[in-house]
Every structure is written in C-alpha cells, then in structure tokens.
C-alpha cells in the first residue's frame, strides 16, 4: 500500500525524523498562512514538474493557486488534500531511500547526493547494507559521500529511518529531496513510503485515504487488454491466468477480498479506468462472505456514474446470487454461467 506524501511524513515524525512544519489543506474556506509551499496529495511522484508543488508568496493568490492544485490531474490522479509547508532555505537537495534486496535478503541504504526533481536522470547511486548494528557506521559514510561534516546527525537519522522502516513494515521509505537547509539541518523534504500489506494484521493504526481500493489491487501491465476483479486471492489468480491463456493481456490482478462491499468494488473500478488500453473487464465472484448483491449493487453504480466503462463480462456464484441476478436483470447487465463464457464472448466480441 503506497501512502500520500502527508501520511508518511506523519509516520516520520513518530520516529523524531525531522519534516516541515505543515498543515493539511482540505477546506479552501480556511485562510492558509503564506508564505507556503502547497503540494499535491497525489500518490504519484513528478509532481514537482508537473506543476504540482508550488511555493505562493502573496496571500492573495494563495487561494487560486490552492484551487488549481486541487483541481490538477497528475497521471490520472486528482488529489483529495493539499499540503502546505513552510517553505526551506535550502542549501542542498540529498536522495536517500531504504529498500528490501530481495535476492541477498537484506535492507539497503541508497543514496545520491544530488537529490530533487531530476533524480530519474540520475544512475550512479550508492547503496550499504544497513541494520540496528551499522547505522553509525554507514552514517560516517554517507557523511563522507553527502560532503558533510555532522556524523552524529546523520547517524541518529539512519538509526531513526531505519527503525521507522522495520517497525512500520515497510517495503520503500524514499526521501527525496533530504534537504539541507542554509542553518545546516537535515528535513525530510518529501517522502514517498509503501507499506506491506501482509503485515496489516500488525497495525491496527493504518488507516488511510488510498487503502482500500489499492489494498489487493497489482498492475501487471498497464497497456493489457484485460482488467479482472475477482474474489480470493486463488480465484483472482486463476481469472488472470485465464485471460492469459484465452491470449489477452491481464492489466491487473486484484482481489476484491472477503469483505466486498459496493464501496471497494466501485473503487476498484475507479482504478481500472486508469488503464488506457483495458476494453474488458472480467468479473469473476464466488460469493462466501461476500454478497452478490453487493457486488451487484456496485456494478450498477459504475454503470451509472463511469462514463466510458469497458464492457464487463460477469460470473457471479454463491451468497445471495438469486438478488445480484434479479438486481442486474432489471438494470439490463447480463450474467454468464462461467469463467470460460466470459473469456469467449470477449473473443467473440474483438474480432
Ligand atoms: P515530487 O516532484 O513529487 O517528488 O515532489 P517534491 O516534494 O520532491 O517537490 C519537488 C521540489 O520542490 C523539491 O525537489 C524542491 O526542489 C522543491 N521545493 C522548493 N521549495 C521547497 C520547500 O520549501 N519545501 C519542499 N519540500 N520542497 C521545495
Ligand atoms: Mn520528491
């Protein structure tokens, strides 16, 4: 699950890592304090460049600059809230992220130490091996590679990153831009953080803007053919094999999970819709805890408020199939018998 930027500095503060002083933007009726740097709460990066941070001086254009973030669409995304923090002085932009090396099992430092808006053209980035032993270590290494002479302070940073990154089950913590400002501190100026979702029995705490309609939700290609919605993660697994082996192209698999309701299964069709190529959308549901007429409910909903919805190809089974049927029969959705009748009326409908 991948956070806002305003939700993981939240996270860093718990952990005594330094940020801005901010406040969050979601009233526009509410006077915002200048000078500020309003951000867009997309879960998206390049905001920067595409016109999504921008600092406002004079109070009296505060409100249309709010105003045209709220309403600006970064890759697809249009943000709920805004950011608005109180501008740095900066001397300095630093890259510096935690990941999980998969292959040799460990956690990483990797760093760069020209951080900011153009750290994609960048390639030669440093990485170390790093756990609650070395954090000192490495921070008298990173303080040699960043050019600076405050090992102590960055050595607290590590070691308070890195328990941020374990404690919170973390998979990516990114900071970028680390900025250094002119009186010499270190603030995390932007965070991009992504939780692992397996671990959400851990955390009764989590409780974010993004977090159900992404919570099973994985791209496999963002240019396929296909989008599945299924239930369970064997079903959802099997339905993307399907389409695989009818030979389209799965855009995602996602496992709408036990508990669907009208709420996430309309999210995730809100999802889909992000995928330019997908003209199908297979629904494949065995209803256990699960309601059919739940789902039901949430197919006619997108019908009805998604304009352009790809053609949907539904089997449902199980708990209150005979409701989800009447309900789609009156709204004129048809149903399939099977999985199988699904992936045939999309072959029969693209030739
Ligand atoms: P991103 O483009 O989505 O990664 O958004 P960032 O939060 O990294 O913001 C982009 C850039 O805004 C940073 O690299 C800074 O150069 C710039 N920026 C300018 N002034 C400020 C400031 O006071 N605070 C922060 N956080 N960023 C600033
Ligand atoms: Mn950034």
Not at 134 to 140: G, H, I, K, L
Not at 326 to 340: E, F, H, K, M, V
């Amino acid at each position: 699950m991948k956070l806002l930027e305003y939700e993981a500095k939240a996270i860093l503060t718990s952990f005594d890592i330094p940020i801005p002083r901010s406040s969050i933007i979601t009233n526009l009726d509410n006077p915002i304090e200048v000078p500020t740097v309003l951000k867009s709460q997309v879960p998206v990066g390049g905001r920067g460049k595409a016109g999504g941070v921008r600092l406002v001086e004079k109070s009296e254009e505060v409100s249309t600059a709010a105003r045209e973030i709220l309403s600006l669409a970064i890759k697809g995304h249009t943000p709920k809230v805004l950011l608005a923090e109180e501008p740095l002085s900066i001397r300095h932009e630093y890259y510096l992220s935690l990941i999980i090396n998969k292959s040799a099992g460990i956690i990483e430092l990797m760093a760069h130490k020209d951080g900011g808006v153009e750290i994609e053209e960048q390639s030669d980035f440093k990485r170390w091996p790093i756990d609650e032993k070395n954090a000192a270590n490495v921070a008298a290494e990173l303080a040699d590679y960043y050019d600076l002479t405050d090992v102590e302070n960055l050595s607290i940073l590590l070691t308070n990153l890195y328990r941020c990154f374990t404690e919170s089950d973390a998979t990516l913590l990114e900071i970028n831009p680390l900025i250094l400002t002119v009186d010499s501190k270190l603030i995390a100026g932007d965070c991009k953080m992504t939780l692992d979702d397996a671990a959400r029995f851990r955390h009764s705490e989590w409780d974010f803007e993004d977090a159900p309609a992404n919570a099973n939700f994985v791209t496999l290609d963002p240019k396929g053919s296909v989008a599945t919605i299924a239930n369970g993660a064997g079903l959802a697994m099997a339905t993307v094999d399907a389409v695989a082996d009818a030979c389209f192209t799965p855009a995602n698999f996602l496992d709408v999970g036990g508990g669907a309701n009208e709420a996430s299964v309309l999210a995730a069709f809100e999802k889909i819709m992000e995928y330019p190529n997908v003209s199908a959308i297979v629904i494949n549901i065995f209803a256990g805890i699960t309601r059919c007429d739940e789902v039901a409910k949430a197919i006619i909903s997108a019908k009805n408020q998604i304009h352009d919805l790809p053609k949907l190809y539904i089997r449902l089974a199980g708990t209150n199939y005979e409701a989800a049927d009447d309900l789609l029969t009156r709204a004129g959705i048809p149903l399939l018998p099977s999985l199988a009748d699904c992936l045939v009326a999309i072959q029969e409908n693209s030739r």
